[in-house]
T-cell receptor, first 112, second 113 residues
Framework: EAGVAQSPRYKIIEKRQSVAFWCNPI?????LYWYQQILGQGPKLLIQ????????DSQLPKDRFSAERLKGVDSTLKIQPAKLEDSAVYLC??????????FGPGTRLTVT | KQEVTQIPAALSVPEGENLVLNCSFT??????LQWFRQDPGKGLTSLLL?????REQTSGRLNASLDKSSGRSTLYIAASQPGDSATYLC????????????FGKGTKLSVKP
């Protein structure tokens, strides 16, 4: 069974630029999560989708971050404009509706 | 708001030692608690999930315990191996007003051959 795929794996941008991350969850998983993990911290949930609907986006900085999950499968997370403090690893996870979440390898973003 | 603390932040042990990683959380109204492993440059892998009604779970050399009333969980690793070197994260589910995983900062474990 293929795992959660994310791309790109690494991205370096300058502040005020925009960036987008892509996630392909495990086939059949209805729930998809985006987490932000700052160096030395645990992951923090940004947004949770159930199929293509948003369940929880309470910690998503909506002035600069946006996410969508079209057709209830793939998802993209966008940052526009990026700030220095957005430097982090962005993790995508999916779940078939059980208590377990399956994580992708993450995208490491560096904002200079 | 649920807050999770993991002690120690880092641990270095010789191969073969038994060790304990500690996790404490502020709100005991949780549904379950998971322990994850994170390797550098990789995502998280779930190791053990303990339901709120359970007191412990075991998988191979790993044993996790949960004392919900005191807000504590421990991960016991028996006969540690160099391949166990990774960061271990504790994540209670629920508690406070949050219905999702809340992660601690993790314990970085290094097992020396």
């Amino acid at each position: 069974e293929a795992g959660v795929a994310q791309s790109p794996r690494y991205k370096i941008i300058e502040k005020r630029q925009s960036v987008a991350f892509w996630c392909n969850p495990i086939s059949g998983h209805a729930t998809l999560y985006w987490y932000q993990q700052i160096l030395g911290q645990g992951p923090k949930l940004l947004i949770q989708f159930q199929n293509n609907g948003v369940v929880d986006d309470s910690q998503l900085p909506k002035d600069r971050f946006s996410a969508e999950r079209l057709k209830g499968v793939d998802s993209t997370l966008k940052i526009q404009p990026a700030k220095l403090e957005d430097s982090a690893v962005y993790l995508c996870a999916s779940s078939p509706g059980t208590l377990l979440q399956y994580f992708g390898p993450g995208t490491r973003l560096t904002v200079t | 708001k649920q807050e999770v603390t993991q002690i120690p932040a880092a641990l270095s042990v010789p191969e073969g030692e038994n060790l304990v990683l500690n996790c404490s959380f502020t709100d005991s109204a949780i549904y379950n608690l998971q322990w994850f492993r994170q390797d550098p440059g990789k995502g998280l892998t779930s190791l053990l999930l303990i339901q709120s009604s359970q007191r412990e779970q075991t998988s191979g050399r790993l044993n996790a315990s949960l004392d919900k009333s005191s807000g504590r969980s421990t991960l016991y690793i028996a006969a540690s191996q160099p391949g166990d070197s990774a960061t271990y994260l504790c994540a209670p589910f629920g508690g406070g007003s949050q219905g999702n995983l809340i992660f601690g900062k993790g314990t970085k474990l290094s097992v020396k051959p």
